[in-house]
């Protein structure tokens, strides 16, 4: 996981409130690199050991509801790059054209193995390709759509130093946040005004805090949380 000097950063994270945290990450280079190699042994492991089950996952949601199996959306990871994630489809085709880009409670788009699959988030196994291509990585800041990522503040922009990633604490704290959006008139504007900026602030803390020590805890957290053993 190669962190750029800051020279050489886009020029929307060439700013001083970004260049403090790019100055603690550089001071753990080392660490970083061993990140991506952790990155890269787990999810090949991962891929191979989970290749069946998820084959099986992908054939349930074929027969639940037309669409095909996966769904494919763009992205921002590192540097501000975009990607195009790879989730399991959990909504009914074309959600994106009969709603808001966040998902509420009760959303009448998400299907009955998708209800599923995200209470497990076991939507997210194919981002575990996304970390094998350098996309994401395990624990980071989830990737946002690029409407949101317009819509961060220069210190937000801190958290495009290291690649996105596929579970967080601020993924842990807010993993019913389809709950808190539920039944809001503009659920767009709430996301961005409120839910939004506590997350940031989260993910920024956890920058600041970087190591792989703390990545190994977030992940043991995120599969706690999964299984209702935190509050």
């Known amino acids: 996981m190669e962190l750029r000097d800051f020279e050489s950063l886009p020029k929307g994270l060439r700013c001083d409130e970004v260049k403090s945290y790019h100055e603690l990450l550089a001071k753990k280079r080392t660490e970083l690199k061993l990140k991506r190699l952790f990155d890269i042994c787990v999810s090949s492991l991962m ?60 959303d009448a788009r998400v299907t009955r193995i998708g209800e599923f699959l995200r209470k497990y988030r076991l939507d997210e196994l194919p981002q575990l390709i ?6 994401m990585s395990f624990v980071g800041t989830r990737p946002e759509v690029t409407k949101y990522v317009k819509k961060y503040t220069k210190e937000m922009r801190a958290t495009l130093l290291l690649p996105a990633g596929i579970t967080s604490e601020a993924s842990i704290r807010y993993r019913d946040e389809a709950e808190l959006l539920e ?10 005004e409120k839910i939004l900026p506590e997350k940031m602030a989260i993910n920024l803390q956890a920058l600041r805090d970087f190591s792989l020590w703390s990545d190994l ?13 935190r509050e």
Not at 130 to 135: E, I, N, Q, S
């Open 130 to 135: 996304d970390v094998l291509k350098g996309d």
């Open 183 to 192: 039944g809001a008139e503009d659920a767009d504007r709430v996301y961005l």
């Open 47 to 106: 891929l191979l050991f989970l290749a069946l089950p998820m084959g099986f996952i992908a054939l349930l949601i074929i027969m639940d509801s037309p669409g095909g199996a996966f769904f494919r959306q763009e992205r921002i990871t590192q540097y501000g790059r975009r990607f195009r994630i790879h989730k399991f489809r959990t909504m009914v085709k074309d959600a994106e054209r009969k709603g808001s880009l966040v998902t509420t409670s009760g």
């Open 217 to 229: 805890k977030t992940m043991a957290g995120t599969v706690l949380a999964v299984f209702g053993g």
